[in-house]
């Protein structure tokens, strides 16, 4: 199975999340926009992990409040694997 996502993120400083699931697996996360350091972090720690485990990791990571860059990548993780399983 092979997934290409774009996503918009809502309420936190990156403008777009793209990444592909392969075989459940999260391969190629980019940020455009957001803090470079983070999300650079969040995309080399997210590479080659099982798509469940990093959305449950980042879900729920707050910065400047209740949203977080990281906590976006959850949201679209579960709502690319949410669209493969109606598949």
Partial sequence: MFKHVEYTPEGVC????????????????????GCS?????????AEGRDAREVADMLRGIACQGANSCPHQLSLAIEKALSETEKE
């Fill in 14 to 33: 990156s403008q777009n999340i793209s990444f592909d699931i392969v075989d459940g697996y999260v391969h190629h996360v980019k940020f455009v926009g």
């Fill in 37 to 45: 350091g983070n999300t650079k972090g969040v995309a080399i720690l």
